[in-house]
C-alpha cells in the first residue's frame, strides 16, 4: 500500500485578502474605503488607498491559513 502525502488547502478567502512580503510580513488593506465617501476627507480616503500590516496578534492565523506563503 503506497504512502499518502496529504496537502494542505489554501484558504482562498484569505488568498484574495493578504499578500505576503518577501521579508515575511502580511500585508492587508484597509476598510471603510468602498462606499458612502462623500462624508470622509480626501486625507482619510486617500491613507485607506495603502496597504498595511496585520496586527502582530493575527499574524499566525493568517499563515495558518497561508500554508504555501502566497
Known sequence: MAKVKLKLKT???????????????????????????????????RKLDQTTTVAAADVRRVRVMLPYGR
Open 11 to 45: 484558504h482562498k478567502g484569505a488568498a484574495k485578502r493578504f499578500k505576503l512580503t518577501a521579508s515575511g510580513k502580511v500585508m492587508r488593506g484597509h476598510a471603510f474605503a468602498r462606499h458612502i465617501l462623500t462624508s470622509k476627507s480626501s486625507k482619510r480616503k
